[in-house]
């Protein structure tokens, strides 16, 4: 009897032994750290390399990529249900209500003021950018714009004026704000009617340049972004836009400041890799996907590696 109760004491001792040093093995564990992205192309590829990086860094991951528009990211941000995003420079006269301030088309200023109006207000962190900018942009066909002699939007003005033939798809949000489209009516002095324009309610291009290039319902020009990878491939060109009227949109990783406090080797992780991303950078990796097919996943793996970020 005083056998069996020793050796039941030995194997409960075990057992508490085996289960604290495992308590104490998770408590050493970064993390978990829950990264998300817009549903994009590019939120796709820089967000799998975050993911990727912070992993082969002894990071726990939970992997939200893709997670839904920016109205639902930025909440869900907000509300401690991410940690770690991309988001973009420009998209601060948005959050903070400074839609008419010109402090957005310089890269410098509209990064810092984002800055420091999230740390104050929000206790986000927004680290080093890429310079690359990811604007907004409306584009045509190469056949389409040689044929009306189309270059810059003082041309597509022109254009419009003169009665020319428009269907324009974009997003709702590029078609009211005084910086998208309303800014380009003003600035160059033309008007384009409700019937010219199909509204989408998300901002992703994929789907506008795919009608753009098939020309579904009368498309003819199309809202894109400055990193867009498929515009070289589908043959598209961008119109000129000499007064900058849309600002700066640089992609940066942003962190909630109790992670960024706790884990402060997450901005010295992604720093060296933004530093690298360059407009034609961005616009080759988007395309891997957009245009050649590939995952995402695999695209953010190869740059890395060939980069020498997963040694």
């Known amino acids: 009897m005083k056998k069996t109760l020793l050796v039941t004491i030995i194997v409960m001792f075990l057992l508490l032994t085996v289960s604290c040093g495992q308590k104490n093995f998770d408590s050493t564990k970064k993390g978990p750290v829950t990264i998300a992205t817009f549903i994009d ?4 590829v820089l967000g799998k390399m975050m993911v990727k990086l912070l992993e082969h860094n002894g990071f726990q991951i939970n992997d939200r990529t893709e997670f839904g528009t920016p109205d639902v990211l930025r909440k869900a941000l907000l509300g401690g249900e991410l940690d770690l995003v991309i988001d973009y420079t420009g998209s601060g006269q948005f959050y903070h209500d400074r839609n008419d301030d010109d402090t957005w088309s310089d890269p410098r200023k509209g990064y810092e003021t984002i800055r420091e109006l999230d740390r104050e207000k929000n206790k986000l962190i927004w680290l080093e950018p890429a310079m690359a900018n990811n604007t ?3 584009a045509t066909t190469r056949v389409f714009a040689a044929a009306n002699k189309l270059k810059t939007m003082y041309d597509f003005a022109d254009y419009v004026n003169r009665g020319g033939e428009v269907r324009l798809i974009c997003s709702a949000s590029f078609a009211e704000n005084i910086r998208g489209l309303a800014g380009y009516e003003a600035a160059y002095g033309f008007k384009l009617r409700n019937d010219q324009l199909i509204i989408l309610s998300a901002g992703n291009t994929a789907e506008m340049l795919k009608a753009l290039v098939e020309g579904t319902s009368n498309v003819n020009f199309s ?4 990193t867009d990878g498929a515009l070289e ?8 836009d ?3 009227i849309p600002p700066v949109y640089l ?3 942003v962190l909630r400041e109790e992670i960024h406090q706790k884990y402060p080797e997450i901005e010295a992780l992604l720093a060296p890799l933004f530093r690298t991303f360059t407009l034609e950078i961005l616009q080759q990796l988007n ?3 957009a245009f050649e097919g590939q995952e995402a ?4 793996a190869d740059y890395l590696e060939a980069n020498g970020f997963l040694k």
């Open 223 to 226: 809202l894109a972004y400055g």
């Open 297 to 300: 996943s695999k695209v953010a």
């Open 251 to 253: 992609p940066a990783p």
């Open 233 to 240: 491939q589908m043959n598209l060109v961008v119109l000129e």
């Open 136 to 138: 907004e942009v409306i």
């Open 41 to 44: 192309t590019e939120g796709a």
């Open 287 to 289: 395309a891997k996907v």
């Open 242 to 244: 000499p007064k900058s």
